[in-house]
């Protein structure tokens, strides 16, 4: 609280000879308004809404009445890119092919390419790109490419487990040896 000094003893004389008296000084304690102030730092941060997560937006497809034609799509307009371990890429177009002759590999630096040239040689609602990652790719791998498909405006892709004979694939392309089954 405020306080007032009163030591200086007294009256207010006026006349020749009387000392003039001391001015009273005042000390304001600022402890009660600290005090104030935490606790409406506090009640403020309690009462708060903290930032709400972000999601990333889905656009699903509409259910048709076959359920044989819900996931068709034409094999010309499919990409299919698999992740693999150190950052590596693969894909094909199409349908794997049984030699696996269309089957390349690339990085995330040029995966953009030929993203784009797919593209622009697709018609747009026959385009889908397939992403399969594998057990030794990264979840980094996985939002870069899914970054890509934001930054390409691809408006119909996947994210899809990955077959074991693709599997062999990226293994025997790495060169290890391909797993058993």
Request: glycine share 6%; no cysteine; charged share 25%.
């Amino acid at each position: 609280m405020a306080e007032m000094d009163t030591s200086s003893g007294g009256g207010h004389k006026k006349g020749p000879g009387v000392k003039k008296g001391k001015k009273l000084s005042t000390r304001v304690d600022l402890t009660p308004m600290v005090d104030l102030g935490f606790l409406l730092i506090t009640f403020f941060i309690f009462t708060t809404t903290m930032s709400q997560p972000t999601a990333l937006r889905l656009f699903l497809p509409k259910d048709t009445e076959k359920p044989e034609e819900q996931n068709k799509a034409k094999a010309s307009g499919a990409l299919t890119i698999l992740l693999a371990k150190n950052d590596n890429v693969f894909y094909y177009e199409g349908e794997l092919a049984p030699d696996g002759s269309n089957f390349k590999s690339t990085n995330f630096k040029e995966i953009r390419d030929v993203i784009i040239n797919k593209k622009k040689t697709t018609k747009a609602e026959d385009l889908v790109v397939v992403i399969k990652p594998n057990k030794e790719s990264t979840y980094k791998n996985v939002v870069n490419m899914l970054d890509e498909m934001s930054i390409n405006v691809i408006k119909r892709y996947a994210l899809v487990d990955i077959s074991p004979v693709e599997d062999q694939l990226i293994a025997v392309s790495q060169g290890g040896a391909p797993a058993a089954q």
